[in-house]
């Protein structure tokens, strides 16, 4: 069994002179190795300047998305890949280094941890082989014992759902995350679990987010999810990012697999945002001479708006912004134009007027003109097939008077026959 997440049966967890080996490639997947959330180190191929020592913090991943800080207080020299035994709660856990150097400072300032914290762990050592032949019996007990773990749960009656289990890497500690919607008094299901599986219990609950981030799948863009890929922040997002984006309200096509709305309706919503500054409100009606006209749709980049007629609802007149408003500017001071004018009809007319004034006298503005010209040329040298009762040409006539017998050998041969007849004459 590999690391969580790789079906190659590999993993990343066997290490050979330093390197992990990935899924065959010996540390240089192309596609960033078997874990979630990969970093590039973008500052892995600059040097320190002279007498400053390496950051002695570093980030450690561990099953899923879950990564943490510690320490390297005996300046061990690791790599990001490598496997190595950290401090645990109690104990001590065995996870994968994910960053190193300069960029963990911005990775904490980022997450708001202190660089000075004493609350950061510490790094032991790098994982020997019994350390990783203890951890993979961990993670391989994690399937049976969520199953047992959701059995014990339904026969307490407790309305929670058991998502995933993590084993410490000592197998002394195992870690249920779990999701619920109203609180749950566990205290009964934590006894249950301590006499089953003989470990001690820690329960953790996570949001719908947080689940799907850990469990992962495709989403409907037919890519991985993004946060069990990429994204490690989960922002709000509100129907509102919809109605900007001028999206219909359906649940179904708005919900992710975590059944809240999809984080990427984020992530175009300030473009939306600074495109609808210059977009008039379009709950105000335009009125002119013809009647009130109601907003019917918007192209917001486009900048183009549809009004419709209270009385004719059915025709949609394209207005721009622009021009939404000097209506809006003239129905605030009392007046009203006569009717809205279609600004794709006006186009249409202009691009008429702006046709040459020549005229197409010989077709040279066609595109099949050449094939019509081959077509006659064809037609008029073709001649009829001609069948045995039909007339001859009056040339062909004259050229058979002339020569009755167009064939010279077979004059050759009459002329012989004609020599020998009189030979043989004996009146002559």
Known sequence: M???????????ATVTNGTPKGCGSSGSCGSGGCNKLNIFDWLANMELP???????????????????????????????????????????????????????????????????????????????Q?????????????????????????ALGLQMKISDVEYQGDKNKATFYYTAEDRVDFRELIKKLAEEFRVRIEMRQIGARQE???????????RE??????LTDFRTVNTSAARYQQLSLNPLKLAGQCGKLKCCLNYELDSYLDALKSIPESNVKLLTGKGPAFHQKTDIFRGVMWYSYESDPSKFILLTASKVKEILALNKEGKQPEELIDE????????????????????????????????QHKHKHRQPKKKGGGQQHPNQKQAQNKNPNPNPNQNRGNNRRGNNRRNNNPNK
């Open 344 to 375: 794709y009809q006006v186009k249409v007319a202009k691009e008429k007027q702006s046709l040459p004034d020549y005229q197409n006298v010989v077709g040279q503005d066609e595109v099949t003109r050449f094939d019509k010209s081959k077509q």
């Open 212 to 222: 799907a981030a850990r469990l992962g799948g495709i989403g409907s863009c037919g």
């Open 130 to 154: 019994p350390d990783i032949d203890k951890w993979k019996e961990a993670q391989s007990l994690e399937v049976t014992t969520m199953y047992k773990a959701r059995t014990i749960a339904v």
């Open 50 to 128: 002279t007498g400053q020592k390496p950051f002695d913090v570093i980030e450690v991943r561990f099953k899923n998305s879950r990564k943490e800080f510690f320490r390297n207080v005996n300046s061990l020299p690791v790599l990001p890949g490598e496997v190595v035994a950290v401090e645990g709660s109690p104990g001590h856990d065995i996870g994968i280094i994910s960053m190193t150097g300069e960029l963990v400072k911005v990775q904490m300032k980022k997450k708001g941890v202190q660089l000075t914290s004493e609350e950061i762990k510490k790094l032991y050592r790098k994982a020997k």
């Open 2 to 12: 590999g690391c969580a997440g790789c079906s190659s049966g590999r993993g990343c």
């Open 225 to 230: 999810l993004c946060c069990s890929t990429w």
